[in-house]
């Protein structure tokens, strides 16, 4: 018996509440109708029987608004991929003889928009949603119910296609479910995104915070500062190894790339097909030297600059007193918000040396003139000039804890990365919070011995330690808890170059974070989730997901190159 069949077996001697007395009566065999979903939804009921899907399945919708249209489409095309039946969406009421329909609709009092109910067996399977949201999380929730071989792009020769019988309810704990992709240190192409959105999609994460622009490179094309793509999205070559261990050697390779405004455009529209909204992150005023090598007159000493070509925290920033640089953000970000209709704007703030501004006499001249103490009021004058700014715009910003220091902007949303207690300060100041605290959710840290990875940033993080997060802290009262919007782990590149070493890093860990950010916490249960994600990988496998495989890990021997 393999690793596979004695895993199941166990699933069916020891959780038999997930087994279907009848469809055992029927000889289905039983590993097709073991419920496994990541993450655990609120409710799972097991029932009688189960739904078969067949060629003459029909997915129906109870009505025609456009957004649940656009679900019933997906799900259509998703099935037909991969059973070659070509399942067809119709409009029309609840009738008599649905025995063989998937049956979508929205009804608001089902409790919030991303909540949603599945029905499945012999009767037929419906889900009905708060909103299309809600149905598109059903719909994700009925891939998994299905056999793995449901992913599979090319049609797939199976005797069944079948769904257990269930009634599952189920509804987010978080409204923010984050990912963050660094693109600025490596660039990953709109391809290598999308399959990124449609894995979080499968896995109800729903935003994407997509850190645009770094020292080592900017990625956005904004029309009115051509040189941001022609000079600022290329650097000369890059390190080789690691950015603390000298002798320090560079590739000798120039290496870049940026999207450009109509891909930008059909990344937002293909994230929003799948429910994600599309946070743009662009850096201010500090990890902006590709910016300044462009634009060197916006740095403190004029330059010149270069994009940088090694990793870590440098001292040229955006000079906090000069006009010209507050033109120039203001021009990014009216390109900015016209790209992207998410709420939010993310204005960075994270490790911003003061350096240059201690001895700029045009810093030291604004510091003056507004009756700054120090240079992290500096900071916060930048910042609260540029939240001003993007709210005539109708965005709020978010930045990284280090917009806490010298004072909060009045409606910034704090990122608490340097550990909680920037979230636990932001919350008592009444000030939103997403919870993304290196401790447990930088996965560019090692998930196994170092001496066994391909090289990483450092630090160590396996799937156990981001299952255990809690994102709201035991010190915060209710009013207080109520800022905490939600979780979100973050993918830094310095040290990711490929798409499957980008794979490797984000999953499993990422199954963990759609967890702690999607099920409430008393259902959350180490034992089970390790259990469940046995399973899981099989559904990974066949998505073409590169995951660092935990058994296969504990076993081998030696380095891994990637
Ligand atoms: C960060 O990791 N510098 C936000
Ligand atoms: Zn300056």
């Given at each position: 018996?393999n690793?596979?069949h004695?895993?199941?077996k166990?699933?069916?001697?020891?959780?038999p509440?997930?087994?279907?007395?009848?469809?055992?009566?029927?000889?289905?065999?039983?590993?097709?109708?073991?419920?496994?979903?990541?993450?655990q939804p609120?409710?799972?009921?097991?029932q009688?029987g189960?739904?078969?899907?067949?060629?003459?399945?029909a997915?129906a919708?109870?009505?025609?608004?456009?957004?649940?249209r656009e679900v019933?489409?997906?799900l259509?095309?998703?099935?037909s991929?991969a059973?070659?039946?070509?399942l067809?969406v119709?409009?029309e009421?609840?009738?008599k003889g649905a025995?063989?329909?998937?049956f979508?609709?929205?009804?608001p009092?089902i409790?919030g928009e991303e909540a949603?109910v599945?029905?499945s067996?012999?009767?037929?399977l419906?889900?009905?949603?708060g909103?299309p949201?809600?149905?598109?999380y059903?719909?994700?929730?009925?891939?998994?119910?299905?056999?793995?071989?449901i992913?599979?792009p090319?049609p797939?020769?199976?005797k069944?296609?079948l769904?257990?019988?269930v009634?599952i309810?189920?509804a987010?704990?978080?409204?923010?479910r984050?990912?963050?992709?660094?693109?600025?240190?490596?660039f990953?192409?709109?391809?290598?995104?999308?399959?990124?959105?449609?894995?979080?999609?499968?896995?109800?994460?729903?935003?994407?915070?997509?850190?645009l622009?770094?020292?080592?490179?900017?990625?956005?094309?904004i029309?009115?500062?051509p040189?941001?793509?022609e000079?600022?999205a290329?650097?000369n070559?890059?390190?080789?190894?690691?950015g603390a261990r000298?002798p320090?050697e560079?590739?000798g390779?120039?290496y870049?790339?940026?999207?450009?405004?109509d891909?930008v455009?059909?990344v937002?529209?293909?994230?929003?097909s799948?429910?994600?909204d599309v946070?743009?992150?662009i850096?201010?005023?500090g990890?902006a030297q590709?910016a300044l090598?462009?634009?060197?007159e916006l740095?403190?000493?004029?330059?010149?600059?270069?994009?940088?070509?090694?990793?870590?925290v440098f001292d040229?920033?955006f000079c906090?007193?000069?006009?010209?640089v507050?033109?120039?953000?203001e021009?990014?970000l009216?390109?900015?918000?016209?790209?992207?209709?998410?709420?939010?704007v993310?204005?960075?703030?994270?490790?911003?040396?003061?350096t240059r501004?201690?001895?700029?006499?045009k810093?030291q001249?604004r510091?003056?003139?507004e009756?700054?103490k120090d240079?992290?009021?500096?900071?916060s004058y930048f910042i609260?000039r540029?939240e001003k700014?993007?709210?005539t715009k109708n965005?709020?910003?978010i930045g990284?804890d280090?917009?806490?220091e010298?004072g909060?902007?009045p409606?910034a949303?704090?990122?608490?990365?340097?550990?909680?207690s920037?979230?636990i300060?932001a919350?008592r100041?009444?000030?939103?919070?997403?919870m993304?605290p290196?401790?447990h959710?930088?996965?560019?840290?090692?998930q196994?011995d170092?001496?066994?990875?391909?090289?990483?940033?450092?630090?160590?993080l396996?799937?156990?330690k981001?299952?255990?997060?809690e994102?709201v802290?035991?010190?915060?009262?209710?009013e207080e808890?109520r800022h905490i919007?939600g979780?979100?782990a973050?993918?830094?590149?310095?040290?990711?170059?490929?798409p499957?070493h980008?794979?490797?890093?984000?999953?499993?860990r990422?199954?963990?974070?759609?967890e702690?950010?999607?099920t409430?916490?008393?259902q959350?249960?180490?034992d089970?989730?390790?259990?469940?994600?046995?399973?899981?990988?099989?559904?990974?496998r066949a998505?073409?997901?590169?995951?660092?495989?935990?058994e296969?890990r504990?076993m081998?021997?030696?380095p891994?190159?990637?």
């Amino acid at each position: 018996m393999n690793r596979k069949h004695l895993l199941v077996k166990l699933l069916l001697t020891s959780l038999p509440v997930l087994l279907l007395p009848a469809a055992c009566r029927e000889k289905v065999p039983e590993s097709e109708l073991v419920i496994n979903i990541v993450p655990q939804p609120a409710v799972v009921a097991p029932q009688e029987g189960y739904f078969r899907l067949g060629k003459n399945t029909a997915i129906a919708i109870g009505s025609e608004e456009p957004k649940l249209r656009e679900v019933a489409d997906y799900l259509a095309g998703h099935l037909s991929r991969a059973t070659g039946y070509d399942l067809k969406v119709r409009e029309e009421t609840r009738e008599k003889g649905a025995k063989s329909t998937i049956f979508l609709s929205v009804d608001p009092r089902i409790g919030g928009e991303e909540a949603y109910v599945l029905q499945s067996g012999p009767g037929g399977l419906t889900i009905t949603g708060g909103s299309p949201k809600g149905v598109f999380y059903g719909v994700q929730t009925l891939r998994q119910l299905l056999p793995a071989d449901i992913e599979s792009p090319v049609p797939v020769e199976r005797k069944n296609w079948l769904v257990p019988g269930v009634r599952i309810e189920d509804a987010p704990r978080f409204s923010y479910r984050g990912l963050h992709l660094d693109v600025g240190r490596h660039f990953f192409p709109v391809p290598v995104i999308k399959k990124y959105l449609d894995l979080m999609a499968y896995h109800k994460i729903n935003t994407f915070h997509w850190h645009l622009t770094e020292d080592q490179g900017w990625r956005i094309e904004i029309r009115k500062f051509p040189k941001l793509a022609e000079v600022a999205a290329f650097r000369n070559e890059t390190l080789v190894g690691h950015g603390a261990r000298p002798p320090f050697e560079y590739d000798g390779q120039r290496y870049g790339g940026f999207y450009t405004q109509d891909e930008v455009r059909e990344v937002v529209a293909y994230a929003a097909s799948l429910n994600i909204d599309v946070m743009p992150e662009i850096e201010m005023p500090g990890h902006a030297q590709a910016a300044l090598a462009a634009y060197p007159e916006l740095g403190c000493t004029g330059g010149p600059y270069e994009v940088v070509t090694r990793w870590g925290v440098f001292d040229e920033v955006f000079c906090a007193g000069n006009e010209e640089v507050f033109a120039f953000l203001e021009g990014v970000l009216d390109e900015v918000v016209e790209l992207f209709p998410y709420k939010y704007v993310h204005i960075g703030g994270d490790e911003c040396p003061k350096t240059r501004w201690e001895k700029c006499p045009k810093c030291q001249a604004r510091k003056r003139q507004e009756g700054l103490k120090d240079e992290h009021e500096l900071q916060s004058y930048f910042i609260q000039r540029v939240e001003k700014y993007l709210l005539t715009k109708n965005r709020s910003i978010i930045g990284w804890d280090e917009i806490l220091e010298g004072g909060l902007a009045p409606q910034a949303t704090v990122m608490s990365w340097r550990g909680i207690s920037g979230g636990i300060e932001a919350a008592r100041q009444r000030h939103d919070v997403v919870m993304t605290p290196t401790t447990h959710m930088y996965l560019d840290y090692y998930q196994f011995d170092p001496d066994t990875e391909p090289l990483a940033i450092g630090g160590f993080l396996n799937l156990e330690k981001v299952y255990s997060f809690e994102p709201v802290p035991a010190e915060l009262n209710e009013e207080e808890a109520r800022h905490i919007l939600g979780v979100q782990a973050n993918v830094w590149t310095e040290y990711i170059k490929t798409p499957e070493h980008l794979e490797y890093m984000v999953y499993p860990r990422a199954c963990a974070l759609a967890e702690v950010a999607w099920t409430t916490a008393g259902q959350r249960n180490w034992d089970d989730f390790k259990l469940r994600m046995m399973l899981h990988y099989d559904r990974l496998r066949a998505l073409g997901v590169n995951f660092c495989d935990l058994e296969e890990r504990s076993m081998r021997m030696g380095p891994r190159t990637m």
